[in-house]
């Protein structure tokens, strides 16, 4: 499936490469190329973090996840300033001959991980059916729902900063060019990458709600802090902070997912998960209006404000959260 999928993600890579060479560009061409590689790097995301979880032992699992978001991090550092830099040298078209080449090389990379095959394997029931006992599963689950809430929840109030409004911060605040711009992505993913070889090196969390409960305040908090700032030498660490509070949030979701839900269960509770990430429009979309009205620093102390708000509501609906109790590993699918 990872495999296909990187074809895919290439093939549109290439497609974008094509035009920009050619000089055929237009912006419809890019609305729907960008709705093509959203919709698979979503399938993407969800078979890769569930063919970890299926290769490595349950107790090696935080590890892996941190070494996995460590690759990823790094990669947006790299990616933000060598893209940026071949972009303003060479125009989009070279730009993207170099992304082409990079999915291409991660489909031989993919090619040769090899899966021990299951004595047994799982029952393939209709889709409807795995679908509706997904969700019943998931709705018997307080864990699951909570977590479920609080991805919605940054994708909805944090993620906007670095995954969509840091050019108006850029323009707005910092009156910086795409090299600025792409300074301001790279101090936040290098957050996430200390992040991420932070959660890497650890040997376990014995509570990772707790840990993504920390992170997820800790990350609007950051998001308060740098709403005040008008100059981009001190936002600087701040957005490192911001990158390092994301990824402590994420790898702790995955890893509280990935050791409560059953095996059979994990590729349909992450594939809900995934639909998290439609927050992530939303954000955008009300993050774009209220800019235009009351400027990108109002913006995001809003964001900050909400997403603590609602954090704290979680708290009082889900005690579990902090509690522990049903958190880790006593979920049953329903009638088992």
Same mark, same amino acid.
């Given at each position: 499936m990872i495999i296909g999928l990187r074809t895919i993600l290439a093939v549109l890579?290439?497609?974008?490469?094509?035009?920009?060479?050619?000089?055929?560009?237009?912006?419809?061409?890019?609305?729907?190329?960008?709705?093509?590689?959203?919709?698979?790097r979503v399938a993407d995301n969800v078979a890769r973090q569930?063919? !970890?979880?299926?290769?490595?032992?349950?107790?090696?699992l935080l590890n892996a996840y941190g070494l996995t978001r460590t690759t990823q991090d790094s990669a947006k550092i790299a990616g933000s300033l060598i893209g940026a830099g071949l972009f303003a040298q060479f125009g989009l078209g070279l730009a993207y001959t170099g992304v082409t080449v990079l999915y291409?090389?991660?489909?031989?990379?993919?090619?040769?991980?090899?899966?021990?095959?299951?004595?047994?394997?799982?029952?393939?029931?209709? !889709?409807?059916?795995?679908?509706?006992?997904? !969700?019943?599963?998931?709705?018997?689950?307080?864990?699951?729902?909570? !977590?479920?809430?609080?991805?919605?929840?940054?994708?909805?109030?944090?993620?906007?900063?670095?995954?969509?409004?840091?050019?108006?911060?850029?323009?707005?605040?910092?009156?910086?060019?795409?090299?600025?711009?792409?300074?301001?992505?790279?101090?936040?993913?290098l957050g996430a990458l200390a992040g991420s070889i932070a959660m890497a090196a650890l040997a376990r969390i014995a509570r990772p709600d707790r840990a993504m409960l920390f992170a997820v305040v800790a990350w609007h908090l950051f998001l308060l802090l740098f709403a005040r700032f008008d100059t981009s030498g001190p936002a600087f660490p701040v957005l490192a902070a911001v990158g390092f509070a994301s990824s402590i949030s994420m790898i702790s979701m995955t890893v509280l997912l990935m050791t409560t839900v059953q095996r059979e269960f994990r590729g349909r509770v992450m594939g809900v998960r995934m639909l998290a990430v439609y927050g992530l429009p939303m954000g955008l979309l009300i993050g774009g209006g209220l800019a235009e009205v009351f400027g990108i620093q109002a913006t995001l102390t809003i964001y900050g404000i909400v997403g603590l708000a609602l954090t704290a509501l979680a708290v009082v609906a889900w005690p579990q959260l902090w509690q522990g109790g049903e958190v880790m590993g006593n979920d049953t699918p329903p009638g088992n």
């Open positions: 890579a290439l497609t974008i490469m094509t035009l920009a060479l050619t000089d055929v560009l237009e912006v419809w061409h890019v609305f729907i190329i960008a709705t093509l590689t959203g919709m698979v569930s063919l !970890v979880a299926d290769i490595v032992p349950r107790e090696s291409g090389i991660s489909v031989v990379f993919i090619s040769a991980v090899s899966i021990v095959r299951r004595s047994a394997p799982l029952q393939r029931d209709p !889709v409807f059916h795995t679908l509706k006992s997904g !969700v019943s599963y998931m709705r018997g689950s307080p864990t699951i729902k909570a !977590v479920m809430f609080l991805a919605f929840l940054v994708n909805l109030t944090a993620f906007p900063l670095s995954n969509g409004l840091m050019p108006v911060v850029a323009r707005d605040l910092f009156n910086t060019d795409e090299n600025g711009l792409a300074r301001l992505l790279a101090a936040v993913a």
